[in-house]
Every structure is written in C-alpha cells, then in structure tokens.
C-alpha cells in the first residue's frame, strides 16, 4: 500500500465522489484534490465557531432527479412556509445562486450552519439560529440534489427544510428521528419521513422542492424503528421494535400497506424481533437482521422468505476457508486457516459496540452487483460471514482478535470488503475473492489520537498520485484520528506482489453441488422447500424476471407502485 500525508486535521470527510477531501483545523477549512494532493480551497473561519462544529456535510452528486414543475395533488399538511418570525425560525442569509450543486460543502454547530461552493467563490450561506428557537441543531442533511437542507430541531420538535435557491423554508413537525426514519425517493426526489405526532407513528410523504404534503398514513406498529426506499423508489420498508415483536412492513410508494412479514413462526426458532434491514442494490432482496440467529432474505416480489441464513455456533463448512487472525508475540498480524470444525469466540453482549443489544447487523452488500452479503453477529463480535448470493452458500469466515466495528465494501469494485475492529492500532484488514487470502496492514501512525476511522473513498478512479507506482487507478482509502489523516493506495496487483487466483473461485462447483447442500453437517443455510418437493431447493426469481415497464414517475405526486407493471417469476413461493 502507498501512503500519502499525513495532513493536520481536527475532522474530515471525503467528498461522495472520492475526488476531494474537507478537514477543518483550528481556523479554517481546506478542501484537498485526492488525485493531486493540493488544496483546491481554503476558507478561514471564526475559532469560536471552528472549536464548536460538530457536523460535516458534502452534498451528493445528482442522479437524474425530477425537479419542481409538475403538478401534484393539493392535499392539507403539516409544512407552512417561511413567512414567520427570523427568531424563531431562523434566518438565512445568501449570496448569488450557484448552479453546481454537486460540490456544495456545509458546517454546522449547535446552533448555525454555513454553505459553501468548493469551486465558486462568490456563493455561499448562512443560517443563523438554525434550530428555529426550540432547542439545539441535532443533525444537518442535504436534499437529494443538494438544493436543500434539513434541520433536525432537538427533541425531535420539527424538521426544517431550506432552499438555496429561493432562502424559503419549510417546516415539518414531529419527525420521530433526527439521524435515521427518513429518506428520499430515488430519481424523484419525494422525501418519506417518519413522525410520531401523538401516540402512533406516521409516515408522511413531502413532495421534492415545495415540500408539500402529498399523503400520510399511520402505521399498525408500536415503536417503529426506521424506514428505506427500495433502489427502483417502488417500496418503503419499516420495522418494527424488537420489543414489540417480529414485523417488517413493505408499503407502495404512493402509502399502500402490501405485506407485513412476521417471521417464521412455523419454523424451529421463533422471532423474536428485527434489528435492521437492508435493500440489494437491485432490489432483489430485503435482507432481515433479527435477534434469532438468522438472516432473512425476503423476494422483492411476494416478499416472502426465498432462505434463511443461520450464524451457527459451531462452524463446519468443507471446501470454504475459515480464516483467522494470529497476533505473534512481537505484535504482527496474520491470517492462517483455521482447522475444522471451529466454535468462534462468543460473548452474551458485546460491551466495546456502540449499539450492544445483541442481535444481526447486516452491514452492507456489495456494490451494484449485489452478489456477495457480509454480517456480523452481535454475540460472536470478532467474526464476519461473507455469503455468496448466486450460490445461497457461505463464501468465506473471518474471525478476527478483536471485536469488529465497522464492514465497508468499496463502492465500485466488487468483492472488495474492509474490516475495521475496536482496537485503536490503526488496523485495517481487507478481503476480496480475486486474493489467494486477505491481508492486514497497519497505518503508518506513530500514535492513534483519539478515534481511529477508515473509509473508502467513493470511485474507483480516484487515481493514485504515484502512477510510476501503479498502472490505473487503484483502491482508495482515508485514514484520519483527531489530529491527522492519510491517503492509502491499494496496490491491487503488481509484479512479484501480485496475489495468486483464488482458491475460493476453483470451490464454486462443489458448493453448487448436490453433494454440499446435503452433506451431514451443520448448514448455514436454510432453504425454503416448495410444496411437492423432497429436498430443498432455492425458490426465488433471477433479477432480469422482475422486470417493470413503466414511463419516467411525475414529481408531483406519487406514483402508483404496480402502475404498468408485469410479473414474470418461475415457480417459487
């Protein structure tokens, strides 16, 4: 790996695209080309406000969003406009109107946000008592096409939405959370967002630009934990609270309750609630992550069950490799197969997590193809499962020294996952199916200060400076504490360095064989059976079945989910 810096930094966040890099210091905040290492901008700030931020926002990059113009239904809301008093809304203070806004950047303290343009100048904007006289600014997000903001108001009194085009506001009462609940609709922009006005939950659905209430239902749960837009903008799926039961919720996007799935109450392990949820980027799959030692992957089209994957206690997987970080006695790090069986460490709750309820986080998916699934286990912190999704099978184990606390999968290069755990070392481990095993490599810190944090950067042509290095552009990471951060640079291939095949691709064949999904051992996996057949089978549908043909949605209103819609499915459930 090739490291560049390190570069003085209280903070810093990477741009979506990869290309740029924000730190602030103790006066000012500079904005660095990755692909060049200089700084594009520097913009110097008050200290006091400099010492007081507390969140970083890049705006993201415009993906063919629908913009105001077209009508939509005129339905009564909660949101009113701006017209009331600067003190108890807050001001907003602007210069000329920027057109770019993929390279917006804003800082924010508890109490007032700023804007800036990264390549103009001449733009910026400030909103002064922010959080609109009832309490502290408790999260800062831009709009789907970073044409506005929104501020969370603490204790959840109101959601404010600013234009930076217009400096009109637009105020949202109630939202149930400041950082989760909420999301905008892919291509078009509508944001759906979860409050809680009295004693029951309800969605409401804004459409994009004017804010306007488009529709609202009250959802048939008790404590509803969070929402998400499935890729194609089709479906909101939410969840219910563990407490409260097993419940995931699927709407249409225009409000429609389609299915409520509560688990397998017919199978030997009964629900006992969800954790989280995740769409594939193709939205073939609702992943569930519930505190029943599984993972539920629901169809996208009858969002039943299409296979359960089990994170068993003991591990017993011929032909797939387990592997397992050693730490010598002078401290170095590797990875050495482990023998099977094997019983991960496990623990009843993990104490060094954030979130220490036990259960299953599933993390990510890999990028746009969607094939491979990681997760981890809450009781079993020091393991990562990674899971093909062609084959339904395991693809690989990784057992760690340490707890791990973050998965990432690169954003653009498949089959490539980073592993950060708790410890403070400044450890990174990586993984990928085209290495003949994962590597472990330690950032160049002489002492970790603070939190220690690694992240991909968004694109895969975020080119490596040092081309004489490296031929094309290579993975890219960040690596920061809180007072530094570096740039590394996988060498994915190079001369002697060059990893061999890997021996997982050569095991493809046995693991789609009869003989390994019904050896005598303990599987992971838990096929749903189709009715009038002996032996388990995967019932499901490929991607190219589900296939919808509809003309681009209206912004105004929300369209009808099975609007010119065609089911073209083979068997399954």
Not at 18 to 42: C, E, W, Y
Not at 80 to 100: A, L, N, T
Not at 466 to 474: C, F, I, M, R, T
Not at 549 to 559: E, H, P, T
Request: glycine share 8%; charged share 20%.
């Amino acid at each position: 790996m090739d490291i560049s810096g390190p570069y003085h930094s209280l903070k810093c966040v990477p741009s979506p695209d990869g290309a740029l890099v924000a730190s602030l210091s103790a006066a000012r905040f500079d904005v660095r080309s990755v692909s060049k290492l200089d700084i594009v901008r520097t913009v110097q700030l008050d200290a006091q406000f400099a010492s007081r931020v507390s969140l970083i926002r890049w705006s993201p990059t415009r993906h063919g969003v629908a913009r105001e113009g077209a009508p939509g239904p005129s339905l009564n809301g909660t949101s009113r406009s701006d017209q009331e008093d600067p003190q108890e809304s807050g001001s907003f203070e602007g210069s000329h109107v920027s057109q770019d806004s993929r390279s917006r950047i804003l800082l924010a303290d508890d109490r007032t946000v700023r804007i800036w343009d990264v390549f103009d100048e001449q733009w910026s904007a400030t909103i002064d008592g922010a959080g609109g006289g009832v309490g502290k600014v408790a999260n800062v997000e831009f709009s789907q096409d970073g044409d506005e903001v929104l501020i969370f108001s603490d204790f959840g009194v109101k959601v404010t939405a600013w234009s930076l085009k217009s400096s009109r506001s637009v105020e949202i009462r109630d939202p149930k959370f400041s950082k989760r609940g909420f999301g905008y609709r892919p291509r078009t922009g509508h944001l759906a967002l979860l409050t809680r006005p009295t004693a029951h939950d309800v969605i409401t659905l804004h459409a994009p630009t004017s804010y306007k209430l488009l529709e609202s239902f009250t959802l048939p749960t008790i404590d509803a934990q969070g929402l998400k837009w499935s890729p194609d903008g089709r479906w909101i799926a939410m969840w219910d609270a563990a407490s409260s039961g097993y419940k995931v919720l699927v709407y249409t996007a225009d409000g429609h309750l389609y299915r409520t799935y509560t688990g397998e109450t017919e199978s030997d392990i009964t629900g006992l609630g969800v954790k989280s949820i995740e769409w594939s980027p193709r939205g073939d799959y609702l992943a569930v992550g519930d505190h029943d030692h599984r993972v539920t992957l629901l169809s996208s089209i009858t969002f039943a069950p299409t296979a359960f994957l089990d994170h068993t206690t003991t591990i017993k997987i011929p032909h797939i490799p387990i592997w397992q970080e050693q730490v010598s006695s002078s401290g170095e790090r590797s990875y050495v197969i482990a023998k099977q069986p094997m019983c991960p460490p496990s623990i009843s709750s993990p104490p060094t997590i954030s979130n220490s309820q036990p259960g299953f986080s599933v993390e990510v998916f890999a990028n746009a193809d969607g094939k491979l699934l990681a997760t981890r286990n809450d009781p079993m912190p020091t393991t990562v499962w990674i899971w093909s999704l062609e084959l339904m099978a395991p693809y690989a184990v990784l057992v760690h020294h340490s707890a791990v606390k973050s998965l990432q999968w690169h954003p653009t290069i498949p089959e490539l996952l980073m592993i950060v755990c708790v410890q403070d070392e400044g450890i990174v481990y990586l993984w990928s199916a085209e290495w003949s095993e994962p590597r472990i490599f330690t950032v160049p810190l002489e002492k970790v200060v603070g939190k220690f944090e690694a992240r991909w950067l968004g694109q895969s042509d975020s080119h490596d400076p040092l081309q004489s290095k490296a031929k094309g552009p290579q993975p890219t990471m960040i690596f920061s504490d809180s007072s530094r951060y570096l740039l590394g640079y996988v060498r994915v291939a190079e001369g002697a360095n060059a990893p061999e095949a890997s021996p997982i691709a050569s095991s493809q064949e046995v693991l789609a064989s009869s003989r390994y999904r019904h050896q005598d051992m303990e599987s992971p996996i838990d096929y749903v059976r189709r009715e009038g057949e002996n032996g388990a089978s995967f019932a499901g549908h490929s991607p190219a079945e589900n296939t919808f043909q509809s003309s681009d949605l209206a912004q105004g209103g929300v369209d009808d989910t099975f609007q010119h819609r065609h089911h073209h499915f083979t068997g399954g459930t």
